[in-house]
């Protein structure tokens, strides 16, 4: 069973930035493709983003295309969400999860909150 441990979330202003980090534990991570998925108030999770297990290829949502960027270190098990010019409707509590045919797994982590103030 993996173990997701989500950090770097806060408050901040419009157009500020944050870098979300996500280690992960208890599975080959290397081996893995990883996402980053987001919950918001009153909403179904969402896709974010994903990164393949190399790192030579990422996928994102529209709404955050040219503004996030994700990317891995596998020689530390974990993977990272730059965030900039960030905006009030990217308020949500951000996840991490391991993607497995094309689908999240089970097993999530707590997630962290970033709430982007106007």
């Known amino acids: 069973q993996v173990q997701l441990v989500e950090s770097g979330g806060g408050l901040v202003q419009a157009g500020g930035s944050l870098r979300l980090s996500c280690a992960a534990s208890?599975?080959?991570?290397?081996?893995?493709?990883m996402g980053w998925f987001r919950q918001a108030p009153g909403k179904e999770r969402e896709f974010v983003a994903a990164?393949?297990?190399?790192?030579?290829?990422?996928d994102y949502v529209d709404s955050v295309k040219g503004r996030f960027t994700i990317s891995r270190d596998n020689a530390k098990n974990t993977v990272y969400l730059q965030m900039n010019s960030l905006k009030p409707e990217d308020t949500a509590v951000y996840y991490c999860?391991?993607?497995?045919?094309?689908?999240?797994?089970?097993?999530w982590g707590q997630g962290t909150q970033v709430t982007v103030s106007s």
């Open positions: 999860n391991t993607i497995i045919g094309g689908r999240p797994t089970d097993y």
């Open positions: 208890g599975r080959t991570f290397s081996s893995y493709r």
């Open positions: 990164i393949n297990w190399n790192g030579a290829g990422a």
